[in-house]
Structures are given as structure tokens and as C-alpha cells.
């Protein structure tokens, strides 16, 4: 998919208003959205992505031609939300749970510590909000087969209405993808 930085901004307020539909990322600090984001542009360099945590303290938009991909500040660790404190939670989860481009959320998790508090904060907001998401079980190449297996299933019987999917940087996007475009053909009612 051909994409490029758009831009970046403070505020999910000042995010640039289109007639795009936006995907949303949100996940722990250091949980690999920039890298997810570069996988599915085809590049290395279109976000950045760091070893790091918590470098990301702005709302950065790429352009994915048909859709705008929009990362948020890595909630937990990032400099922003320490400064500016909870001002800065509800203004990502007012963004998250109202946004009427926002037409699907990337919920990032580190699969090999599954559901983390924060993740599952995360989690019932998403399902507290009206907008449709799926959990990105990432960096699943840190895991055998069958650990990821066992995990899947697991986590698959404890959320069984949630879809899971999982990813690395050195596997495929075709369920990521598809779920991308299925969510930006459809508009919400
Ligand atoms: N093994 C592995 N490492 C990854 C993967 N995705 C990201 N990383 C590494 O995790 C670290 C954080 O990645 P980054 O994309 O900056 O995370 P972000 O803070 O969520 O944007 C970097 O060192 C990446 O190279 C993956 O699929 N597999
Ligand atoms: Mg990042």
C-alpha cells in the first residue's frame, strides 16, 4: 500500500479532516505500531520507530491513499501523557469512542505478555465505544508455533467475540489487510 507521513499533531482535535476514512492504532509504548505501520506501507522509513519506549508523544497520520492511518501516542509511558495527564487520556478516548471518519481501531498487543492492564483498559473502552476493532497479536515471531498457538486459544476463549489477529514484521498482512479493507468499503450506520 503505497502511503506518506501526513502529518502531526497534539491534539485529536487538529487531526486533518478529510473525506478519508481513518484506521486507528493504540497500543503499550515499544508494542511495534510504527513498525506495523512501515510493514504495511512497504518502507523502513515512514514511521519511526524506536527501541525506546515512549518516544511517540504526538498523533501522527499517514496517508494510505485510501484510507488515513492514524497512530496515537503509546498510552502509559509517553512524555505527553505525563504532562498533560488525564486531559490527555479522554481526549484520545473521546477520539476513540466518537469519531465519525474513525472507522476502525488496531488495538496493538505484545503477544508474549498477552493482555496487559493497560491493554485491558484499553480493551473495554473499545467495547464500552461504537467503533468496530480488532487485537493485533503481535511480534508473534518471539513465540514457537505452538506457544502461539496455546495462546491464541486461550485468549480466543476468554474473549471469544473479539478477532485476534496475529503479526510480525517478517510475516504476512493478508488478515490485517483484509480487515483494513472490509472496514473502509463498509460505512458505519
Ligand atoms: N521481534 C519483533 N520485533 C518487533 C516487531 N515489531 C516491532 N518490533 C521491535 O519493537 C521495538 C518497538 O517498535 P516500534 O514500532 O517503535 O513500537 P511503537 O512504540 O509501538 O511504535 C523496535 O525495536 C522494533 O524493531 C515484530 O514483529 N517482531
Ligand atoms: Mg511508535
Redesign the pocket.
Known amino acids: 500500500m503505497p502511503a506518506k507521513f501526513l502529518s502531526s499533531s497534539i491534539r485529536a482535535a487538529d487531526i486533518p479532516k478529510s473525506n478519508k476514512p481513518q484506521i486507528a492504532m493504540v ?1 503499550r ?7 506495523l505501520i512501515n510493514h504495511l506501507g512497504g518502507t523502513k522509513n515512514l514511521a519511526r ?3 525506546k519506549a515512549g518516544l ?1 508523544q504526538t498523533i501522527n497520520v499517514y496517508d494510505f491513499d485510501r484510507f488515513h492511518l492514524v497512530d496515537l501516542p ?1 498510552y502509559g509511558f509517553s512524555r505527553a501523557q505525563r504532562s498533560q495527564g488525564r486531559g490527555f487520556e479522554e481526549m484520545i478516548s473521546a477520539y476513540l469512542s466518537d469519531s465519525a471518519l474513525l472507522v476502525l481501531v488496531l488495538l496493538i498487543i505484545d503477544s508474549r505478555l498477552g493482555f496487559t492492564e493497560s491493554d485491558r483498559h484499553a480493551l473495554d473502552q473499545l467495547k464500552n465505544g461504537g467503533v468496530p476493532f480488532v487485537v493485533i497479536f ?2 508473534v ?2 513465540l514457537s508455533k505452538s506457544a502461539m498457538t496455546v495462546a491464541l486459544r486461550n485468549l480466543q476463549a476468554e474473549f471469544g467475540d473479539v478477532r485476534f489477529i496475529p503479526h ?2 517478517d510475516g504476512a498482512l493478508g488478515e490485517i489487510r483484509d480487515a483494513i479493507e472490509k472496514a473502509t468499503r463498509q460505512p458505519r450506520v
Not at 29 to 35: I, L
Open positions: 497500543g509504548s515499544n508494542v511495534g505500531k510504527s513498525s520507530t524506536s527501541a511517540t503509546g503481535n511480534k515471531d518471539k510480525s514484521i
